[in-house]
């Protein structure tokens, strides 16, 4: 393998494990969901090429308080499911992402989702109740900050 091909491929790896390390982190920001991805079938082969299905970010079930858990773990260390940013920042290295790139990607996202939210909740055709009880409950709830399991 030539030089250049191993910086090609170390490049694609990089792109692709910072992709996997948004996804991870958009699903601590936004509802989790009872039962992760791999559990749902929100994913299609079409022997050619995969793709996730439009309702891999719907949440089936309500947030009644602030504390909220994946399915499967986010780190090696058993039983670190919760919905919580510093599991994010923990994993970081597991992705070949130091903590300030996953700092980065985490504050990038957070912005994002900040911005968009009256846009995306008016192409929901939400309404002001429906916004009210969603923000700060199940989009962006405050325990994704705390630092505590």
């Avoid at 009872?34 to 559990?39: D, G, I, N, Q, V």
């Avoid at 290295?93 to 990038?108: K, N, T, V, W, Y």
Wanted: contains cysteine.
């Amino acid at each position: 393998m030539t030089q250049r091909s191993r910086s090609l491929k170390h490049a694609t790896v990089s792109i692709w494990l910072r992709q996997v390390m948004r996804a991870i982190e958009m699903t601590v920001s936004t509802p989790p969901r009872a039962l992760a991805p791999t559990a749902t079938g929100t994913r299609w082969w079409d022997g050619a090429q995969l793709t996730l299905t439009p309702a891999y970010d719907l949440c089936p079930q309500l947030r009644s308080g602030e504390t909220a858990s994946h399915a499967l773990n986010l780190t090696r260390t058993p039983d670190e499911r919760a919905s919580q940013l510093r599991l994010c920042r923990k994993t970081a290295p597991d992705f070949l992402l130091s903590g300030r790139d996953a700092d980065l990607i985490i504050e990038a996202q957070l912005e994002v989702i900040s911005r968009e939210w009256d846009e995306a909740a008016d192409e929901a055709q939400l309404t002001k109740a429906e916004r009210n009880y969603l923000w700060r409950r199940q989009i962006l709830n405050p325990y994704i900050h705390y630092d505590q399991a």
